[in-house]
């Protein structure tokens, strides 16, 4: 069986702009949430989120380009410039077709559904610009990514609300592992923090007014954020051949449905879906270390996340560090898998777990090792990486260090 690895990994979110200065951020335990600057937001009553402030697409893109991407599309080239060029790939020749992308996102071209419906029901215009559709489409991210850099390989894109980025990154390791490529570039974006993405969500009553405090007792919901992190996977042989710098190995994917309900998380599905990934790494559950918790701060998946963990690990479960990220830069829906992965590949290459900022008070039905408010230096070998998405969609990733 082929073997994959990571060879780059990019970055964009409300942490940093770039990898280095996110990995900063997240051994800081520094909080990227805070108000929320777009129009309307003032008819809303969710005003916070984990925004990429400062952000001038001009900078990046010409006027052409930015007349055809995105915010979602525009995040997910910079992440995907970052982790190529770190990867060393020129995808030329017979790569070229033996290379492809999947993209993870929920919300996709969000920002240009908001802009053209506001344009058409608000201030009554009865045009839109011709390149609407191709801006909004969910896998506009993933056809321009394989347009820059001559991917002619496997391209789509994966839509699992919360657990998008993990299934696609699992896809494009078993398109690897199965032959019908040796490089894929991967990962997950999503751009939804404008007033109609917002306005959907506050909806659901699961957002929080103040901060994300996963696992904390007194936790009142999640936050969302923006941004995007794209890896470059590789089989292993091609990138030893080439002497490519290898930053961790994925060694397990997998992935199962509640089959039970919309919105309320199983712990049957999760735990079938962490002990699927340890037995498709062929890892025992002792070797696990870390887990990066798909922890929202909303009560019902943090008791059942902590219920999933503790069915799935027995006795092991006391002996696990568990935290969330999203504490620091939120909830990116489609693509939050990806930015926590970076989180696992620091603890696999660093040695440094990333803390659950914002926790306060114990909760008797979430009494795991949290890693409360400091990061830890510890030397791990092997990681998991949770995502369990509305609609009973789970998905994990098993990670070792190289």
Known sequence: MKRIV????????????????????MREGRCGISDL?????????????????GYEPEETFN?????????????????????ITQSGLTFSGELATRSGV??????????TLDENYRSVYEDGKNRVHPFVVPKLMNNAAASHVSMEWNLKGPSFTVATACASSNHAMGQAMQMIRAGMADVMVTGGAEAMLCFGGIKAWEGLRVMSRDACRPFSANRNGMVQGEGSAMFVFEEYEHAKA??????????????TSDAADIV???????SRAIAGAMRDACMNPE???????????TAANDKTECAAVADAFGHHADELMISSTKSMHGHLIGGTGAVELLACIMALRDGVIAPTIGYEDPDPECALDVVPNVARDVKIDAVLSNAFAFGGLNAVLALRAH
């Not at 600057?37 to 402030?53: N, P």
């Not at 052409?64 to 970052?82: E, G, K, N, S, V």
């Not at 999947?102 to 920002?111: A, E, F």
């Not at 309320?264 to 999760?270: F, L, V, Y």
Request: charged residues 20%; negative net charge; glycine residues 12%.
């Open 287 to 297: 070797e696990v270390c870390y887990i990066n918790a798909h922890g929202t701060g």
């Open 242 to 255: 080439r002497g490519a710098d290898i930053l961790a190995e994925v060694v397990g994917f997998a992935m």
């Open 102 to 111: 999947v993209l993870g996102t929920s919300g996709g071209g969000m920002n």
């Open 63 to 83: 006027r052409q380009q930015i007349a055809l991407y995105d915010r979602f599309t525009q995040f997910t080239l910079i992440a995907a410039r970052q982790a």
């Open 6 to 25: 990571i060879t780059g990994q990019g970055t964009i979110n409300a942490l940093g702009r770039d990898v280095p200065e996110t990995l900063e951020a």
């Open 264 to 270: 309320m998380p199983s712990k049957q599905g999760a």
């Open 37 to 53: 600057e777009f129009q309307d937001v003032e008819r809303l009553s969710i005003r916070i989120g984990a925004q990429v402030k």
